[in-house]
T-cell receptor
Protein backbone atom coordinates (compact mmCIF):
# COMPACT_ATOMS: atom_id res chain seq x y z
CA UNK A 1 0.00 0.00 0.00
CA UNK A 2 0.93 3.66 -0.10
CA UNK A 3 3.54 4.90 2.33
CA UNK A 4 3.72 8.14 4.25
CA UNK A 5 3.69 11.14 1.96
CA UNK A 6 4.67 14.73 2.65
CA UNK A 7 4.19 17.90 0.72
CA UNK A 8 5.75 20.01 -0.51
CA UNK A 9 9.07 18.22 -0.91
CA UNK A 10 10.88 21.56 -0.95
CA UNK A 11 9.79 24.97 0.26
CA UNK A 12 11.71 28.22 0.01
CA UNK A 13 10.18 31.13 1.87
CA UNK A 14 11.14 34.60 2.95
CA UNK A 15 11.78 35.38 6.58
CA UNK A 16 8.57 36.44 8.30
CA UNK A 17 6.20 34.49 6.07
CA UNK A 18 3.99 31.65 7.29
CA UNK A 19 4.33 28.11 5.92
CA UNK A 20 2.24 24.97 6.08
CA UNK A 21 3.69 21.50 5.78
CA UNK A 22 1.48 18.50 5.15
CA UNK A 23 1.77 14.87 6.15
CA UNK A 24 -0.42 12.03 4.89
CA UNK A 25 0.18 8.98 7.09
CA UNK A 26 -0.38 5.38 6.12
CA UNK A 27 -4.10 4.66 6.15
CA UNK A 28 -5.24 3.34 9.52
CA UNK A 29 -2.15 4.45 11.41
CA UNK A 30 -3.33 6.08 14.61
CA UNK A 31 -0.02 7.52 15.80
CA UNK A 32 1.69 10.36 13.95
CA UNK A 33 4.96 12.09 14.79
CA UNK A 34 6.66 15.23 13.50
CA UNK A 35 10.43 15.62 13.70
CA UNK A 36 12.90 18.23 12.57
CA UNK A 37 16.41 17.58 11.32
CA UNK A 38 18.80 20.45 10.89
CA UNK A 39 21.78 20.06 8.57
CA UNK A 40 24.15 17.41 9.92
CA UNK A 41 22.14 16.98 13.10
CA UNK A 42 20.04 14.24 14.63
CA UNK A 43 16.26 14.06 14.75
CA UNK A 44 14.51 16.54 17.01
CA UNK A 45 11.06 15.46 18.20
CA UNK A 46 8.37 18.11 17.71
CA UNK A 47 4.91 16.70 18.39
CA UNK A 48 3.02 13.41 18.68
CA UNK A 49 -0.60 12.72 17.73
CA UNK A 50 -2.76 9.81 18.79
CA UNK A 51 -5.82 10.09 16.62
CA UNK A 52 -6.63 13.81 16.47
CA UNK A 53 -5.25 14.54 19.94
CA UNK A 54 -1.73 15.70 20.69
CA UNK A 55 -0.75 14.33 24.11
CA UNK A 56 2.83 15.49 23.67
CA UNK A 57 3.65 18.88 22.19
CA UNK A 58 6.77 19.29 24.27
CA UNK A 59 9.12 19.45 21.30
CA UNK A 60 7.56 22.46 19.58
CA UNK A 61 10.36 25.05 19.78
CA UNK A 62 8.18 28.15 20.16
CA UNK A 63 4.61 29.39 19.95
CA UNK A 64 5.23 30.13 16.26
CA UNK A 65 4.89 26.39 15.69
CA UNK A 66 1.53 24.62 15.73
CA UNK A 67 0.12 21.42 14.32
CA UNK A 68 -3.22 19.80 13.87
CA UNK A 69 -4.56 16.52 12.68
CA UNK A 70 -8.02 15.96 11.26
CA UNK A 71 -10.07 12.84 10.72
CA UNK A 72 -7.33 10.80 12.37
CA UNK A 73 -5.43 11.14 9.13
CA UNK A 74 -3.79 14.19 7.53
CA UNK A 75 -1.66 16.44 9.69
CA UNK A 76 -0.50 19.98 9.03
CA UNK A 77 2.47 21.62 10.71
CA UNK A 78 2.29 25.41 10.57
CA UNK A 79 5.20 27.75 11.20
CA UNK A 80 4.29 31.41 11.57
CA UNK A 81 6.65 34.32 10.99
CA UNK A 82 9.43 32.00 9.84
CA UNK A 83 13.00 32.65 10.94
CA UNK A 84 16.24 31.51 9.33
CA UNK A 85 16.83 29.07 12.15
CA UNK A 86 13.65 27.25 11.10
CA UNK A 87 15.49 26.03 7.99
CA UNK A 88 15.63 22.24 8.25
CA UNK A 89 14.11 19.04 6.94
CA UNK A 90 10.77 18.32 8.55
CA UNK A 91 9.99 14.62 8.77
CA UNK A 92 6.72 12.90 9.53
CA UNK A 93 6.26 9.31 10.69
CA UNK A 94 3.24 7.16 11.44
CA UNK A 95 2.74 3.93 13.32
CA UNK A 96 0.02 1.56 14.47
CA UNK A 97 -0.41 -0.46 17.66
CA UNK A 98 -1.20 -3.70 15.83
CA UNK A 99 1.99 -3.32 13.83
CA UNK A 100 4.10 -3.09 16.99
CA UNK A 101 4.37 0.69 16.61
CA UNK A 102 6.91 0.27 13.84
CA UNK A 103 7.57 3.75 12.50
CA UNK A 104 7.27 4.53 8.83
CA UNK A 105 8.76 7.79 7.66
CA UNK A 106 7.85 10.10 4.86
CA UNK A 107 10.50 11.60 2.54
CA UNK A 108 10.46 14.92 4.38
CA UNK A 109 9.97 18.56 3.47
CA UNK A 110 13.12 20.64 3.08
CA UNK A 111 12.35 24.15 4.33
CA UNK A 112 14.69 27.01 3.49
CA UNK A 113 14.05 30.43 4.99
CA UNK A 114 15.88 33.21 3.18
CA UNK B 1 14.23 10.78 30.80
CA UNK B 2 15.31 8.29 28.14
CA UNK B 3 18.69 8.96 26.56
CA UNK B 4 19.93 7.03 23.55
CA UNK B 5 23.60 7.00 22.60
CA UNK B 6 25.24 5.60 19.51
CA UNK B 7 28.92 4.82 19.35
CA UNK B 8 30.92 5.40 17.26
CA UNK B 9 29.65 8.61 15.69
CA UNK B 10 31.47 7.74 12.47
CA UNK B 11 33.06 4.62 11.09
CA UNK B 12 35.06 3.90 7.96
CA UNK B 13 35.74 0.31 6.90
CA UNK B 14 37.03 -1.47 3.80
CA UNK B 15 34.53 -3.34 1.67
CA UNK B 16 33.87 -6.91 2.79
CA UNK B 17 34.49 -6.29 6.46
CA UNK B 18 31.96 -7.34 9.09
CA UNK B 19 31.04 -4.54 11.47
CA UNK B 20 29.01 -3.76 14.58
CA UNK B 21 27.15 -0.57 15.42
CA UNK B 22 26.17 0.10 19.00
CA UNK B 23 23.10 1.69 20.57
CA UNK B 24 22.72 2.27 24.32
CA UNK B 25 19.64 3.47 26.18
CA UNK B 26 19.20 4.48 29.80
CA UNK B 27 15.61 3.37 30.54
CA UNK B 28 14.87 -0.32 29.99
CA UNK B 29 11.09 0.23 29.99
CA UNK B 30 10.84 0.01 26.24
CA UNK B 31 8.20 -1.39 23.91
CA UNK B 32 10.54 -1.92 20.98
CA UNK B 33 13.76 -0.77 19.38
CA UNK B 34 14.03 0.06 15.70
CA UNK B 35 17.08 0.48 13.46
CA UNK B 36 16.97 2.85 10.48
CA UNK B 37 19.29 3.95 7.74
CA UNK B 38 19.32 7.44 6.29
CA UNK B 39 20.96 8.30 3.02
CA UNK B 40 22.10 11.90 2.49
CA UNK B 41 19.16 14.19 1.77
CA UNK B 42 16.66 11.38 2.21
CA UNK B 43 14.15 10.21 4.78
CA UNK B 44 14.58 7.25 7.11
CA UNK B 45 14.27 3.67 5.95
CA UNK B 46 13.36 1.05 8.52
CA UNK B 47 15.80 -1.85 8.69
CA UNK B 48 14.80 -3.97 11.67
CA UNK B 49 12.41 -3.75 14.58
CA UNK B 50 12.98 -5.76 17.76
CA UNK B 51 10.15 -6.08 20.24
CA UNK B 52 11.07 -5.91 23.92
CA UNK B 53 10.40 -9.64 24.34
CA UNK B 54 12.79 -10.56 21.51
CA UNK B 55 16.54 -11.00 21.59
CA UNK B 56 17.35 -10.53 17.94
CA UNK B 57 16.06 -10.00 14.42
CA UNK B 58 17.68 -10.80 11.11
CA UNK B 59 17.20 -9.51 7.60
CA UNK B 60 19.66 -10.56 4.94
CA UNK B 61 23.13 -9.40 5.94
CA UNK B 62 21.77 -7.50 8.92
CA UNK B 63 21.32 -8.84 12.43
CA UNK B 64 20.12 -6.75 15.35
CA UNK B 65 20.28 -7.88 18.95
CA UNK B 66 18.65 -6.47 22.05
CA UNK B 67 19.71 -6.80 25.68
CA UNK B 68 17.05 -4.84 27.51
CA UNK B 69 18.47 -5.41 30.99
CA UNK B 70 21.79 -3.85 30.06
CA UNK B 71 20.20 -1.20 27.84
CA UNK B 72 22.06 -2.15 24.69
CA UNK B 73 21.40 -3.08 21.10
CA UNK B 74 23.83 -3.91 18.34
CA UNK B 75 23.43 -3.90 14.58
CA UNK B 76 25.72 -6.37 12.87
CA UNK B 77 26.39 -5.91 9.16
CA UNK B 78 28.05 -8.83 7.43
CA UNK B 79 30.27 -8.53 4.38
CA UNK B 80 29.85 -4.76 4.10
CA UNK B 81 29.37 -3.17 0.67
CA UNK B 82 29.81 0.42 -0.57
CA UNK B 83 26.01 0.62 -0.86
CA UNK B 84 25.80 0.23 2.91
CA UNK B 85 27.32 3.70 3.31
CA UNK B 86 24.74 5.78 5.16
CA UNK B 87 23.88 7.06 8.61
CA UNK B 88 22.39 4.42 10.89
CA UNK B 89 19.98 5.48 13.62
CA UNK B 90 18.40 3.54 16.44
CA UNK B 91 15.17 4.56 18.14
CA UNK B 92 13.42 3.23 21.23
CA UNK B 93 9.69 3.35 21.85
CA UNK B 94 8.72 3.69 25.50
CA UNK B 95 6.33 1.26 27.14
CA UNK B 96 3.56 2.57 29.34
CA UNK B 97 1.93 5.94 28.89
CA UNK B 98 2.17 6.97 25.30
CA UNK B 99 4.59 5.63 22.76
CA UNK B 100 7.29 8.24 23.14
CA UNK B 101 10.08 7.71 20.65
CA UNK B 102 13.67 8.64 21.41
CA UNK B 103 16.31 8.60 18.68
CA UNK B 104 20.03 8.16 18.97
CA UNK B 105 22.37 10.61 17.26
CA UNK B 106 23.42 8.09 14.64
CA UNK B 107 26.54 6.42 13.30
CA UNK B 108 27.79 7.60 9.92
CA UNK B 109 29.20 4.60 8.05
CA UNK B 110 31.48 4.75 5.06
CA UNK B 111 32.38 1.53 3.27
CA UNK B 112 35.44 2.00 1.08
CA UNK B 113 35.61 0.01 -2.17
Amino acid sequence: GAGVSQSPSNKVTEKGKDVELRCDPISGHTALYWYRQSLGQGLEFLIYFQGNSAPDKSGLPSDRFSAERTGGSVSTLTIQRTQQEDSAVYLCASSFMFRNYEQYFGPGTRLTVT
Amino acid sequence: KQEVTQIPAALSVPEGENLVLNCSFTDSAIYNLQWFRQDPGKGLTSLLLIQSSQREQTSGRLNASLDKSSGRSTLYIAASQPGDSATYLCAVVASGGYQKVTFGTGTKLQVIP
